[in-house]
C-alpha cells in the first residue's frame, strides 16, 4: 500500500506544476565583446589628431562598414574603417558647396551610398557623395532635429521635433525630389521636447519606435500607417517630463529613460537607456548621477531585461545596425565605443 504522506506530497507537487506550468529554466545568454575604441585626449603626433573629437552628434555607417562621425562643433565628418583606423575627413565650417553649417545629422542612403546631413539648424539637408562632393541641398518643408532614414532613394521618414499646429504626428515621410510633405502618418499627442532625438528602425514596410513615455515597442506599417504590433516592455520606469530652466525662458527635456529596437537577424531585440539625475538643474542635465543601458529580449510576448551593458555606463547609443552597436562618451574626452552582440546561446 502507498504510503498517504507520499500521495500527498505527490498531489502538492503536481498542483504546483499546474499552476505555474512545466516550464524549462531560461537558460538564454546574450554575450556581447567590446571592439575599437575611436577617440583619444592628447594627440602626440599629427596623424593622431585626426582621432580628436569636439561634440560627437551623429554616427551612421556605410555598407563596407566604414564609420561616419559627425562632429557638431568640429564642422566636419570623420571617417574611419570598420576597425576603427582613420581614412579621411570631409567639410568644413560654412555655407559653400563643400561646407556645412549648424550640422545636426549625418545618415548614409542605403539606395546610393550618398552622404546627407541634416543642417542649418534642422531646416535644410546637404548631399554628398561618397567623396564628399557636394551634390544638392534640399530645403525642408519643416525643421526637425531628430534621426532620419530613407525608404526609398528620395524619401526620408523622422519623427518629427516641433510641430506649429494642435495636431500632431508621429511619423512624417518628405519627397526630398518635390520637396513636399508626402504623408503624415499615426496622428498622437505627445509633447514635441520630449521626441527630440527619438531613434527608430526599419524593417521591410515596418518602423518600429518606443515613443517617449510609453512602455511598449510599436510596429507602424509606414505605407499604410497602420499599427502592426505592440510589444510591452516589462518593468516601471520613471516619465520622462520638461522643466522651465534660466528664469522660465527655457524649457528643457529630463529623459530618464529611452529606448531603441533592433534586428539581429530577423530576431528583435530592445537597447533600453536609463538616467539619473542629482536634481531639476541645467548643471544636473549636463552632468547626471548615472547613464546604464541594458539589452532586452522578447519572452512570451513582453520584452524582459537580459544584459546590463556594464563597460558602456554613461554611453548614448550613436548607432545601432544588426550586432553592431555605437555608444558615444564625452568623459573624460569625447569617444566611441563599439560593442558586438556575440551568437545568442544556450548554456
Not at 498622437?188 to 514596410?205: M, R
Not at 541594458?294 to 550613436?318: H, S
Request: hydrophobic content about 40%; charged content about 25%.
Amino acid at each position: 500500500m502507498v504510503n498517504k504522506s507520499f500521495l500527498t506530497l505527490l498531489t502538492i507537487y503536481l498542483l504546483i506544476m499546474v499552476l505555474f506550468g512545466f516550464q524549462e529554466k531560461d537558460n538564454f545568454k546574450l554575450a556581447y565583446s567590446m571592439g575599437k575604441i575611436i577617440g583619444i585626449n592628447e594627440p602626440k603626433t599629427k596623424a593622431a589628431e585626426n582621432y580628436i573629437f569636439y561634440n560627437i552628434g551623429s554616427v551612421d555607417c556605410d555598407k563596407n562598414g566604414n564609420i561616419y562621425v559627425l562632429d557638431r562643433l568640429g564642422y566636419c565628418v570623420k571617417v574611419f574603417d570598420k576597425y576603427g583606423k582613420f581614412v579621411k575627413k570631409l567639410f568644413k565650417k560654412g555655407k559653400g558647396p563643400n561646407e556645412i553649417s549648424a550640422p545636426q545629422e549625418i545618415k548614409i542612403n542605403k539606395f546610393n551610398n550618398n552622404i546627407y546631413i541634416l543642417q542649418d539648424y534642422g531646416f535644410t539637408i546637404k548631399e554628398f557623395d561618397r567623396n564628399g562632393n557636394f551634390i544638392k541641398i534640399f530645403n525642408l518643408p519643416e525643421q526637425f532635429f531628430s534621426p532620419f532614414d530613407f525608404i526609398t532613394e528620395n524619401k526620408i521618414i523622422y519623427i518629427p521635433t516641433i510641430s506649429k499646429t494642435k495636431k500632431k504626428y508621429y511619423l512624417n515621410i518628405v519627397n526630398l525630389k518635390t520637396l513636399k510633405m508626402e504623408k503624415k502618418l499615426i496622428r498622437i499627442a505627445y509633447h514635441p521636447f520630449l521626441n527630440d532625438g527619438q531613434f527608430f528602425v526599419l524593417n521591410k514596410d515596418l518602423i518600429w519606435s518606443v515613443p517617449r513615455n510609453t512602455n511598449n515597442v510599436i510596429a507602424y506599417n509606414y505605407i499604410t500607417g497602420k499599427q502592426v504590433e505592440r510589444i510591452k516592455i516589462k518593468g516601471k520606469f520613471k516619465k520622462n517630463e520638461t522643466t522651465k530652466l534660466l528664469n522660465g525662458r527655457a524649457i528643457v527635456p529630463f529623459i530618464y529613460n529611452s529606448a531603441i529596437p533592433f534586428f539581429i537577424k530577423d530576431n528583435l531585440y530592445l537597447l533600453l537607456t536609463i538616467r539619473r539625475y542629482k536634481d531639476k538643474t541645467i548643471k544636473s542635465l549636463k552632468n547626471p548621477l548615472s547613464i546604464k543601458n541594458y539589452i532586452y529580449i522578447k519572452r512570451e510576448g513582453v520584452f524582459v531585461k537580459k544584459t546590463y551593458l556594464k563597460n558602456c555606463d554613461f554611453g548614448e547609443i550613436k548607432y545601432i545596425l544588426g550586432d553592431k552597436l555605437i555608444f558615444g562618451f564625452r568623459d573624460p574626452y569625447p569617444h566611441l565605443k563599439i560593442v558586438m552582440i556575440k551568437k545568442s546561446f544556450n548554456k
